[in-house]
């Protein structure tokens, strides 16, 4: 059986990130980068004022206040038109271009019109000011072919201004994984359903298209699928359309468990089945060829059943392989170390997860680590009350309060 | 002028939840739940085997190896018609309600099934099992009336399963907000046009819709507006049929800034203008009754025009605004302290936001808090390398490298 660590290496052997689309820039935001993106332009397009005042040269300001001729006013989108001469100066916007002839601006709080006349004199109360003061020389910032954002990147608000800046009306981004979830089971009825006697609701197919949509890819949940062999074939004929499928329930070793059987028929491969782990080792992992064989194989996972186990195996198997489909990192969630708040006794050969909930301490303190009363791997309620999973390490051995243990982040 | 803080309390007491609707399970995930979540059911809804085995009675049991006559097999989904007496088990699969009679099950691995006896025999090779062993009772989890989820929370994946286990086809959730968005200015062109002469395109908009889709919000953008009575005039009004209107640009004290005046007009009360702040100090804040008074005002934020002044007053002023409309509690980015790598000079009377680039140190050190070169409250390019804003209190003096400061986490 593997161990956790080997099956990642082999899901990851066979994952590669989709295909580049172009996306409008308004759909861009969480999205891949699938290129390198470089400035078109100079920023700022023009040497530019950084505040609202009066353009002037720095060697005509004398003493504690000095009159000069307003010889134009100009507004934000307008560009100057007359250069700034000895004795002059230019009424300017922020941001707008600074008139040629002009060193610096002043701010108009340091200045005073004088009332009444034409041309319109100001008084600027400043004894000097530097050469560039108030200006953002044009290109400071940017240069047509500056490299603003990398491939890989994972777009963030700022950076749709910058696309915007830089002139992407759309943007060419990885495309999002579409991940057929199938949830299987002659148990299972639907949310809206009330069960009957040996029935349950089906909670993993609603919680796996949350987890999918939170991972960035699109979910497409399918109708409950019964232990029937013609049922199954069929849903997981239109299941593999989708560039993931994600079964759950299935692949025990009990007698109704399906999933592998009609799997290879489909022609999916098995890449592996079980692993050292618990909750989670059921896991099945195949692919499946396309027909474009320069494409990346369609992904099939098969989960167990139960919502504990099923979340296990999303969060380390699925969900990275899933961050490399859109083109980003291979990476699951975040890894952390805290203290366990009581004593544990951890059996078994398996490495454990386990639903905690972890409590931020004081600086230069670890997170501490409270282990939630699981009652076997099916209970969600529990798990609605986790926000990490404390992570144990094969063998039979106790933990002592105040221990330092790893755990994952929900 | 008011302070930040001041500011802060101004918003916080004008702005309310906005209205309940039931929406589709699907669409729940990152909601905030209007009504506390009850279960309708037990969980488990009978007493269920928590592995693949056999149900049998532990008095049975007797010496290492013990046989008895299979009398029915439970698949998931169905019930069990037959109760298990001395001498006989049940097989029965993982989740499957446990027989009458059987007080425990011992699982399949450590069973051998007698070859060619009818009816079935198993061997079971363990010696004894306790009472209730690899059995979860009726209602452990839930019972019905127990809360599982509470008014206000966010509802996360796992919670998404647990509002399925308890048969929500539909989730009562606070209305996500419709946040127009207006970017003014003769200056601005789309990203998708080349700048002419004096002209820059417009990040702002692109930037603060990605923002308030980020919070929570349902960002609205609207065709750039010029710096023009009539035009601006109509984009207001339209932007008023939203619950936020942000407008970028405009609110300065330059002589094309007429927000204020058109904001007045189309009965926007306003509530304050201009906040002790850099950059950001020109935000301008208001609220237009409805036509039910009993629902929340609308709120009216001005944002400066510069893409970093308008990303500072978004973060501290609108995020904490959106949250609570949304249903959740008011909060904007999370606060953090670190050490500055580099001593600085911090000019000024008023409290900075400074772009930063923070690294996480090592357990029991402070993130370090490198400042980034920032060419006035314009520059995009800069803010994309940011992952916080530094935080510095008025008042001129120099911070040495290792020194603690405030960020938020961007």
Redo the contacts between chains.
């Keep these: 059986m593997l161990s956790v660590d080997e099956a990642r290496a082999e899901i990851r052997a066979l994952v590669r990130p989709l295909a580049t689309v172009e996306v409008p820039?308004?759909e861009a935001?969480e999205q891949v980068l699938a290129g390198d993106i470089a400035?078109?332009?100079d920023?700022?397009?023009?040497d530019?004022s950084?505040v609202?005042g009066y353009a002037l040269r720095t060697a005509d300001l004398r003493g504690d206040a000095t009159e000069l001729v307003v010889i134009e006013?100009?507004?934000?989108?307008?560009?100057p038109t007359r250069t700034v001469e000895r004795g002059t100066t230019t009424r300017i916007?922020?941001?707008?271009?600074v008139p040629l002839g002009a060193d610096a601006v002043v701010m108009?709080e340091q200045s005073t019109l004088t009332p009444g006349t034409d041309p319109p004199r100001v008084t600027l109360q400043v004894p000097s000011a530097q050469i560039g003061q108030n200006i953002?020389p044009r290109g400071?910032?940017?240069r047509p072919g500056?490299l603003?954002?990398r491939a890989g990147a994972t777009i963030?608000?700022?950076?749709?201004?910058?696309?915007?800046?830089?002139?992407?009306?759309t943007v060419p981004v990885v495309r999002r994984p579409i991940v057929a979830i199938l949830s299987t089971?002659?148990?299972?009825v639907?949310?809206?359903?009330?069960?009957g006697?040996?029935?349950?609701?089906?909670?993993?197919?609603?919680?796996l298209?949350?987890?999918v949509?939170?991972a960035g890819g699109e979910p497409a949940?399918q109708p409950i699928v019964r232990?029937e062999l013609p049922a199954l074939q069929a849903a997981v004929a239109r299941g593999l359309e989708a560039d993931v499928l994600v079964l759950s329930g299935g692949v025990?070793?009990?007698?109704?468990d399906l999933v592998p059987g009609v799997l290879a028929e489909a022609g999916v491969r098995q890449v592996f089945h079980k692993v050292h782990l618990r909750p989670g080792k059921p896991l099945w992992f195949g692919v499946a060829p396309r027909a474009d064989a320069n494409l990346p194989p369609r992904l099939v996972f098969g989960l167990p059943?139960?919502?504990v186990s099923s979340?296990v195996c999303f969060e380390l198997f699925v969900r990275p392989a899933l961050s490399v489909l859109r083109g980003a990192a291979y990476q699951g969630l975040e890894a952390d170390?805290g203290a366990m708040v009581a004593e544990f006794q951890h059996r078994g050969e398996r490495p454990t997860y386990y639903p905690a909930r972890v409590a931020t301490g004081a600086?230069?303190e670890?997170p501490r680590i409270t282990l939630l009363s699981w009652?076997?791997?099916?209970?969600?309620?529990?798990?609605?009350q986790?926000n990490a999973l404390a992570h144990f390490p094969p063998g039979t051995r106790s933990y002592v309060a105040g221990e330092e243990v790893e755990f994952l982040w929900?």
């Design positions: 820039l308004g935001w400035s078109d332009i920023s700022p397009p023009h530019k950084m609202d006013e100009v507004l934000a989108g307008r560009v916007m922020t941001g707008a271009p108009v953002m400071q910032s940017l500056t603003v954002l963030r608000a700022d950076d749709v201004g910058v696309l915007a800046e830089v002139g992407r009306a089971g002659d148990e299972l639907s949310g809206a359903e009330r069960p006697p040996g029935q349950i609701r089906n909670s993993n197919g609603p919680m298209a949350a987890l949509r939170q949940e232990d025990s070793a009990g007698v109704a059943g139960n919502p979340l170390r600086r230069g670890l009652q076997g791997s099916a209970d969600l309620a529990t798990l609605a986790a929900l």
